[in-house]
């Protein structure tokens, strides 16, 4: 059972280069999410979806766009790297409603932008 | 601006004593708390979560309170061990219907157990 995986592990990029994070679960879970976490801070929400086709801004969207086509797949995209986008990120997913629930996390990718 | 905020960022607990997290909320709308566990170069590992009908949530050596009244909730590690070490997060959702929105974390608490 792989849960959430994230890839790229690692990425440099330079400023203005576009790049796409991927994410897929496979968890059958309706809800995913991607946060991104700065140095001494806690995970900020970006994006997220409560099913296929179905996308909604978080906290901090701007730079950023998703698309969710699938139920098992949630990548982020970049279009223009800034060095404020300089981050680790995580993808996470969990089901839809019940009583009691824990978020399942990916491994996170290292973004640095120069 | 805050909403979930945990102001130690570090903590350091002798083995086997007792290790408590604090965390503080202004949120009223909050109505589950979960408490994550990060080591580095891995993501966040959920530990426990309370709903805000309940002040008190069990799982082996870990404890969370929830005072509502107070906006403030607290995870208890009894007793505590080397493999505790990490950083701790607070997080919380708000609204009904499992609060679809995502979590609010706060900055975390780097727990270091010493022998």
Request: one cysteine or more; glycine letters at 10%.
């Given at each position: 059972n792989a849960g959430v995986t994230q890839t790229p592990k690692f990425r440099i990029l330079k400023i203005g280069q576009s790049m796409t994070l991927q994410c897929t679960q496979?968890?059958?879970?309706?809800y995913m999410y991607w946060y991104r976490q700065d140095p001494g801070m806690g995970l900020k929400l970006i994006y997220y979806s409560v099913g296929a086709g179905i996308t909604d801004k978080g906290e901090v969207p701007n730079g950023y766009n998703v698309s969710r086509s699938t139920t098992e797949d949630f990548p982020l995209r970049l279009e223009l790297a800034a060095p404020s986008q300089t981050s680790v990120y995580f993808c996470a997913s969990r089901t839809a409603g019940g009583s009691n629930y824990g978020y399942t996390f990916g491994s996170g990718t290292r973004l640095t932008v120069v | 601006d805050q909403q979930v905020k945990q102001n130690s960022p570090s903590l350091s607990v002798q083995e086997g004593r007792i290790s408590i997290l604090n965390c503080d909320y202004t949120n009223s709308m909050f109505d589950y708390f979960l408490w994550y566990k990060k080591y580095p170069a891995e993501g966040p590992t959920f530990l426990i979560s309370i709903s805000s009908i309940k002040d008190k949530n069990e799982d082996g050596r870990f404890t969370v309170f929830l005072n509502k009244s107070a906006k403030h909730l607290s995870l208890h590690i009894v007793p505590s061990q080397p493999g505790d070490s990490a950083v701790y997060f607070c997080a919380a959702s708000g609204g009904s219907g499992g609060g679809a929105d995502g979590l609010t974390f706060g900055k975390g608490t780097h727990l270091i157990i010493q022998p």
């Amino acid at each position: 059972n792989a849960g959430v995986t994230q890839t790229p592990k690692f990425r440099i990029l330079k400023i203005g280069q576009s790049m796409t994070l991927q994410c897929t679960q496979d968890m059958n879970h309706n809800y995913m999410y991607w946060y991104r976490q700065d140095p001494g801070m806690g995970l900020k929400l970006i994006y997220y979806s409560v099913g296929a086709g179905i996308t909604d801004k978080g906290e901090v969207p701007n730079g950023y766009n998703v698309s969710r086509s699938t139920t098992e797949d949630f990548p982020l995209r970049l279009e223009l790297a800034a060095p404020s986008q300089t981050s680790v990120y995580f993808c996470a997913s969990r089901t839809a409603g019940g009583s009691n629930y824990g978020y399942t996390f990916g491994s996170g990718t290292r973004l640095t932008v120069v | 601006d805050q909403q979930v905020k945990q102001n130690s960022p570090s903590l350091s607990v002798q083995e086997g004593r007792i290790s408590i997290l604090n965390c503080d909320y202004t949120n009223s709308m909050f109505d589950y708390f979960l408490w994550y566990k990060k080591y580095p170069a891995e993501g966040p590992t959920f530990l426990i979560s309370i709903s805000s009908i309940k002040d008190k949530n069990e799982d082996g050596r870990f404890t969370v309170f929830l005072n509502k009244s107070a906006k403030h909730l607290s995870l208890h590690i009894v007793p505590s061990q080397p493999g505790d070490s990490a950083v701790y997060f607070c997080a919380a959702s708000g609204g009904s219907g499992g609060g679809a929105d995502g979590l609010t974390f706060g900055k975390g608490t780097h727990l270091i157990i010493q022998p």
